[in-house]
């Protein structure tokens, strides 16, 4: 592979990192299947997009997105919550929503952004080291509030609810705080992607949720997830290592048209392995 195919590839895979990082909060810390990404996703995209079509800096659009986004995992939350809804079809019943959402904001299926100001520069090496800073002040904030007494009690939830219930610790209101992280992550990350690439589509987060699946599957297949540490470390790994594959496999001659497929194959090949180590 070329070093400018490497250098892509890394800034694709940090912002994945975002996502994979989001998608574990629910799933890892809360034991909530969250399918919320492929609509928080674009919502990010497309509100940041608005937001500098509109003459908004990057300082104010982002974290718009990201509100925006968390306010769609606190909808899942509460019909979970509410209404008793299954989480997966919660997710999914959102997610189609916003797809609806997200046109009515844009006005049309996509947005160009070649003549906004926005947060990256032309130098990937420049893009890489700030979404690396990005990635750090989500990341490191997390994992110091993950050992507050705050964070052991959003651990315990999903760990054993019933316990947690004898404790006192209020189910809804941590379940309704994940999911709205879970969602800002998302929106975060979805406003970073149409920055890079200059446009915002309807069709962005289409399977994002499995990349994203995928992603943490493989860090957690390379680090395990037995102390807090790794499991921080299993998204940002997963994801890098996903993203030069994708770019191993493209190279090799395999048609963007087949990435779905080879994502797809990827995260049921990783389930059996983790199925089958289980059993031995």
Known sequence: ???????????????????????????????????????????????????????????????????????????????????????????????????????????????????????????????????????????IPFAVFLRTDFGLRFRAVGLNQNLAKLQGISIEKYTIFGLFLAGALFGLAGSLMVQIQNYMDIGIGIGILIHGLASLMIGEAIVGNATLNRQLAAPLLGALVYQQMQGIALSLGLAPSDLKFFTGSIALLVIFLKKKEKNT
């Open 1 to 139: 592979m070329s070093i400018d195919l490497i250098l892509s590839g890394l800034q694709q895979g940090l912002i994945l990192a975002i996502i994979a990082f989001g998608i574990m909060i629910p799933f890892r810390f809360l034991d909530f299947a969250d399918l919320t990404a492929d609509g928080a996703y674009p919502l990010g995209g497309a509100v940041c997009a608005v937001a500098l079509s509109s003459g908004m800096s990057s300082a104010t659009a982002i974290p718009l997105a990201m509100i925006c986004a968390g306010i769609v995992g606190v909808c899942t939350a509460l019909i979970y919550l509410k209404l008793r809804v299954n989480s997966m079809l919660a997710g999914i019943i959102l997610s189609t929503m916003a797809y609806s959402v997200n046109l009515r904001i844009m006005g049309k299926p996509n947005v160009a952004l070649f003549d906004c100001p926005g947060l990256f520069s032309a130098s990937v090496e420049c893009n890489i080291l700030l979404i690396v800073m990005v990635l750090a002040t989500c990341m």
